[in-house]
Each structure stands twice: as C-alpha cells, then as structure tokens.
C-alpha cells in the first residue's frame, strides 16, 4: 500500500498561474481533505469531501477549487496563484467514523512569488 | 473562538524525562475525539494517540499517553523517557461528531519539543 500520495512535491510559480495538486489514496477511504500549514498557524482545512463527486468548503477555501472524480483521487486547484497561497499544502484522507485517525500525505511546498 | 489551543509554542526537556504537552479544546458536542499528531522535520504527519469523548480510560500508546479531562475540557499528551528521536512539532487536533463535522480535525497551533541529550 502506497497510503496517501502528493504530486507534485514541490512547485514554484509566477502570481496569476494556475496549477492542480493531485492527492491519490489506496485505502478506500471515503472522507479526503486538504488543508494548507504556515507557521504558528497549524493545519488549516481548505476543503474536504466525503464521498466521489461530492466536495465542501473548509475553514480557508477561496482562492481554491477542488474535484473529486474518482473516489480514490482528490484535486486542489489553484486559478490564478497569489503570493499569500505559498504554503504547505497536506492531503489526508480517513474512513468513516469519529475515532478513525487521518492518513496525511507527504506534502506538497508550494512558493508563489 | 479557538477550538484547539496549544499553550506551549516551545518546550524543552531532557532526554530520559517524561514531558506534558498541554492542549485544552471547546466543543458544545457531547460525542468528540481527539488525537495527537507529530510532525518531525522531514514534515509528514504522524498520528500518535486518540482519545474519545465517551472513553473511560486515559488512552495509552508505548511511551505516549494522553491525560484527558473532561470537565477541564483538556487533553494533555505525556511522552514518558524522552529520546532525541522525539524532537519535533506536536499537534492536538479534535474531531467532533456533529451532523455537519464530516469527519473535520480541527488543530491547534502546535508545540515544538525539544530533547537535548
């Protein structure tokens, strides 16, 4: 089992391009989230799905879209990348149920300049 | 309001010590969880510890426990005989039952711990 896998690993782009951060998970899981980490902050959630072709907004969600096509792959687009989106970006995705622990991917760094 | 609050943004301690991580929450659900995270600095997340709302027992996992209080509304991680291999940041996070949560971690700031030999 591969987990929860990231790609790309590491990005950097021009203000006002676009790219797409692709989350893939081999669990079967049914819940998937993105969330963006900048220091002091913790992890904020951006946006979550609970099931395919089913998507909602988290905690910091403009600036951003998803899609959620496949049940095991959850997308993170960014239209047109603004300095202040340069972060870490975490995917994670669980199966249903409270005590069931979040599975995070390795990150994606992300520098917009 | 903060749901999640780490106190702590730094804490130091001696290898072999044991070590309290402090994290208190608010929730108004009656049905919630929590969970520990640690994030070395290679970055990936690593879960350690959960505890449920409803669970009698302080959970336990090896050298990690989690010294929860509910009345307190606290849920506090102890690493018993730290190692070097524990220096990292900590993050609580909680995960609350209610209609609309899905499943949501809502975390704190987090901790850097830090073991000096």
């Known amino acids: 089992n591969a987990g929860v896998t990231q790609t790309p690993k590491f990005r950097v782009l021009k203000t006002g391009q676009s790219m797409t951060l692709l989350c893939a998970q081999d669990?079967?899981?049914?819940?998937m989230y993105w969330y963006r980490q900048d220091p002091g902050m913790g992890l904020r959630l951006i946006h979550y799905?609970?099931?395919?072709?089913?998507?909602a907004k988290g905690e910091v969600p403009d600036g951003y879209n998803v899609s959620r096509l496949k049940k095991q792959n959850f997308l993170l687009g960014l239209e047109s990348a603004a300095p202040s989106q340069t972060s870490v970006y975490f995917c994670?995705?669980?199966?249903?149920?409270?005590?069931?622990?979040?599975?995070f991917g390795p990150g994606t760094r992300l520098t917009v300049l | 309001a903060q749901k999640i609050t780490q106190t702590q943004p730094g804490m130091f301690v001696q290898e072999k010590e044991a070590v309290t991580l402090d994290c208190t929450y608010d929730?108004?659900?009656?049905?919630?969880?929590l969970f520990w995270y640690k994030q070395p600095s290679s970055g990936e997340m690593i879960f350690l510890i959960y505890?449920?709302?409803?669970?009698?027992q302080n959970a336990t996992e090896g050298r990690y426990s989690l010294n929860f209080q509910k009345a307190r509304k606290s849920a506090n991680l102890v690493i018993s005989a730290s190692q070097l291999g524990d220096s990292a940041m900590y993050f609580c996070?909680?995960?609350?039952?209610?209609?609309?949560?899905?499943?949501?971690?809502?975390f704190g700031q987090g901790t850097i711990l830090t073991v000096h030999p």
């Open positions: 994670a995705s669980s199966p249903r149920g409270l005590a069931n622990e979040q599975f």
């Open positions: 669990m079967n899981h049914e819940y």
């Open positions: 799905s609970v099931g395919e072709g089913t998507t």
């Open positions: 929730t108004s659900d009656q049905s919630y969880g």
């Open positions: 505890q449920g709302s409803y669970d009698e």
């Open positions: 996070a909680m995960r609350e039952a209610g209609g609309t949560s899905y499943g949501k971690l809502t």
